[in-house]
């Protein structure tokens, strides 16, 4: 069965810093691009990065320069470092990979952002 597990979430101040941990079971998780999204309340799911088997990331424009991408295949671990963290970075995050058209997903580590 494949699993994906979020963790780090948590309540930090504007301008703090969270890294988000997105463990995979199930799966030969070194082959595959993982993706983290977020939702806020109301909104609908955005994508925020993404780091491809090889190590090449991509980044949404809003958390570029703030946040960072990695991996650690032999943790089956995708990393997301969060710094200069804003309210408006405030939602669930999840972290998904795609497998033979089928959408894996975990299930959500909230982050709130908040003085």
């Known amino acids: 069965q494949v699993q994906l597990v979020e963790s780090g979430g948590g309540t930090v101040q504007p301008g703090g810093s969270l890294r988000l941990s997105c463990t995979a079971s199930?799966?030969?998780?070194?082959?595959?691009?993982i993706d983290w999204y977020r939702q806020s309340p109301g909104n609908q799911r955005e994508w925020v990065a993404r780091?491809?088997?090889?190590?090449?990331?991509q980044y949404t424009d809003s958390v570029k320069g703030r946040f960072t991408i990695s991996r650690d295949n032999a943790q089956d671990t995708s990393f997301l470092q969060m710094n200069s963290l804003e309210p408006d970075d405030s939602a669930v995050y999840y972290c998904?990979?795609?497998?033979?058209?089928?959408?894996?997903w975990g299930q959500g580590t909230q982050v709130t952002v908040s003085a």
């Open positions: 998904h990979l795609r497998q033979n058209d089928r959408d894996i």
């Open positions: 199930g799966i030969p998780f070194s082959i595959y691009a």
């Open positions: 780091i491809v088997s090889y190590g090449a990331t």
